[in-house]
């Protein structure tokens, strides 16, 4: 295994290896200000996008037939789209079997560090080479503009709490990523009139830390986030942030902005075949083991249209996100908020949302139209359209109790915008 050989951490290596960005982590512990992973375009590069969700076995039917097409990758990664440890069993599951079935293919995972901590022994025990931590800034006042909320175990806490939070925890999960002699690149997303002052402060800090790379990545506007009306830094800004940053920590100057699916060497445009054979085999639902299909294992996650988190209350039609529950604990927790396709397009919204919930085994609705829930259906995912509690109906569920005096027998219309536009009620 030749550590050179990683396209991103050493630039001599873009031009003649390749790598490949398994999306097997759609779930994300914060929410970071300039972030919004809802759209795909096959001409959008950057962090957080990505056409498919694959699980574990359906990322190694995929790799199997990127690796007979394109000989040259040499590195394996999870980089989202949300965080690989907030999706801690799925991340951990490819990287092992990435590993038996490739033994002398790196591996790679980039991540925002809050959860790190917890899984650096299996890091290394699986002999992940190289591990990418996004650090937006080392004084708390500055990351408490930058993100939202970040969610730790079964607590949200506010930006002034958890920013504070999250640099601890990154700070120490590059100690203990040195320690273990892994490799370490910074990315830092310069946010104008946000954090574009401080980077060299950041710099400083991961000097001191014994960082092996610094990127300084440009922010790019993306539609729909908090940050959308900021512009994206000029040349002479990006220029003068990295001489400044490059005493502290050698720079990172050939970024192309990963996407979440990427795959290839980093100056080729997106393979629209190999990202059609992503979509496909996001749709599998066996796996061979032993030359016996076997059915996958059930995920536990579970997509509720709320309007306000505690009641199973909303058509599909009229939800503009979805609540993301994980049931596999005793107490419900919620992981995730998803935005559902905007209303338009007909059956291809519904392909859409089959791709949004990909990971979910159920879906509880209190309605539905019959396109989606054919489409849905055929995706793979059960539906339950019921009245009440999201808590009392889940435990109806898992332990097969009667729900008969749940089912929603009665639903009420779209509403008068309703007018086929892709809402289900045509």
Request: a neutral charge; charged letters at 25%; glycine letters at 8%.
């Amino acid at each position: 295994m030749n550590i050179k050989n990683h396209p991103c951490f050493n630039p001599g290596a873009c031009k003649d290896y390749g790598r490949v960005h398994l999306p097997v982590a759609p779930r994300c512990n914060i929410q970071c200000n300039f972030c919004n992973r809802k759209f795909d375009c096959v001409n959008e590069s950057r962090p957080g996008v990505t056409s498919s969700i694959l699980k574990p076995f359906q990322a190694m039917n995929y790799l199997d037939e990127v690796m007979s097409k394109k000989k040259d990758i040499a590195v394996v990664g999870i980089a989202g789209p949300g965080d690989p440890f907030a999706n801690a069993a799925e991340t951990l599951t490819t990287l092992k079997l990435v590993k038996e079935k490739y033994p002398d293919m790196l591996l790679c995972v980039a991540t925002n560090g809050l959860n790190l901590p917890d899984w650096m022994d299996e890091v290394k025990q699986l002999d992940v080479t190289h591990v990418s931590v996004t650090v937006n800034a080392v004084d708390p006042l500055i990351a408490e503009k930058i993100y939202a909320w970040v969610r730790f175990g079964k607590r949200s806490l506010a930006p002034e709490q958890g920013a504070r939070l999250l640099l601890e925890r990154q700070i120490e999960s590059i100690k203990g990523l040195k320690q273990r002699g892994i490799i370490v690149k910074i990315n830092t997303i310069v946010l104008p009139g946000i954090n574009d002052h401080h980077v060299g402060d950041i710099a400083k800090k991961m000097g001191e830390l014994d960082v092996d790379l610094l990127n300084c990545m440009a922010y790019l506007p993306s539609k729909g986030s908090n940050f959308s009306h900021l512009e994206e830094p000029s040349k002479e800004m990006m220029n003068d942030i990295r001489s400044n940053a490059e005493p502290y920590v050698p720079q990172m100057l050939h970024c192309t902005r990963c996407r979440a699916d990427a795959v290839g060497k980093l100056n080729e445009k997106t393979d629209v075949s190999l990202m059609d054979s992503l979509i496909k085999h996001a749709t599998d639902t066996k796996r061979i083991e032993n030359n016996k299909p076997v059915e996958d294992k059930k995920t536990g996650l579970v997509a509720v249209a709320t309007r306000e988190g505690v009641l199973v209350n909303q058509h599909l039609g009229e939800a503009t996100h979805l609540n993301i529950y994980d049931i596999n604990k005793e107490k419900l927790i919620l992981v995730d908020k998803r935005q559902t396709p905007e209303t338009g397009g007909k059956d291809l919204r519904w392909q859409k949302l089959a791709q949004i919930i990909r990971d979910c085994d159920l879906l509880l609705v209190n309605g539905i139209g019959e396109a989606p829930k054919d489409i849905l259906t055929n995706k793979g995912i059960k539906i339950l359209e019921v009245n009440g509690m999201i808590n009392e109906v889940v435990y109806a569920v898992k332990n097969n109790k009667d729900i008969n005096h749940l089912i929603a027998r009665e639903h009420s219309g779209c509403g008068e915008s309703c007018n086929g536009a892709g809402l289900g009620c045509m």
